[in-house]
């Protein structure tokens, strides 16, 4: 009974691991897809933009690897196609360089056409639902604590001149003359905001890692980068084969 009880365990664990991959497949769509599926509502499919000479090139060789190697994974293929690209000379790259061409004229002709069928109305309102989806969006991660991202090198610059504003000079007066002042800066002696702003950096990524982490383990799923989500579910795995 005892063995009974574990096997059954493991294969609850197994199916709560499953499941929780799935909502994690299901929230990580559905983050990605929402805006998407918005504009759908609104514009007409935009066309899409033609694929890369190296793409082209991949596809021409894609059976070939599969032949070699019939469980290859597209990663290792990518990996493997960019090896051989690289090597190869201008004359065979050419025609992959050249329908490359044609189908990017194609795609010119089809954006415009795409761009002269939209209407005002349609432009205005896209505009404004997509407004209204990113401050919804904003204010939910504000209530759940995200992190902000800190200031680049210039807006530490900034900060640090904040105290010494003369109160007479308007705002925007005075920023044009900190964007003179800045430009005006030698290497070294923008240094130092350089320096703090890769600091602040590399702190907001700590955070923000630990934050979506967070907001994953409590349901919030929407508001975690996909990438996030693909970590989460990949650590989850190892954790289980342990």
Not at 72 to 83: G, I, V
Not at 160 to 178: C, F, M, R, T, V
Not at 194 to 205: C, G, I, P, V
């Amino acid at each position: 009974m005892v063995y009974f009880g574990r096997f059954i365990f493991l294969m609850r664990s197994d199916n709560l691991l499953r499941t929780r991959n799935c909502l994690l497949n299901l929230y990580q769509n559905a983050s990605k897809s929402t805006l998407n599926q918005l504009k759908d509502t609104i514009l007409p499919p935009k066309p899409k933009k033609p694929e890369s000479p190296f793409l082209l090139y991949v596809k021409h060789i894609k059976s070939r690897f599969l032949k070699e190697t019939p469980n290859m994974k597209y990663s290792m293929m990518l990996k493997r196609a960019s090896k051989e690209w690289t090597e190869l000379d201008f004359t065979e790259k050419e025609c992959f360089i050249d329908q490359y061409n044609t189908n990017f004229e194609v795609y010119k002709n089809e954006l415009k056409e795409y761009n002269d069928s939209i209407t005002d109305e349609q432009r205005q309102l896209w505009k404004k639902k997509k407004k209204e989806y990113e401050k919804k969006n904003n204010d939910k991660h504000e209530m759940l604590g995200k992190p902000k991202k800190p200031p680049n090198a210039y807006f530490c610059y900034i900060l640090s001149k904040k105290n010494n504003k003369d109160p007479d000079i308007a705002g925007q007066e005075w920023l044009k003359l900190l964007a003179i002042s800045w430009s005006e800066l030698s290497e070294a002696e923008k240094e130092s905001y350089f320096t703090e702003a890769t600091q602040l950096q590399t702190q907001y990524q700590k955070d923000l890692e630990k934050w979506e982490m967070e907001m994953i383990q409590s349901g919030h799923t929407d508001v975690v980068r996909c990438k996030m989500l693909t970590k989460y579910k990949k650590n989850t795995k190892k954790e289980n084969k342990k």
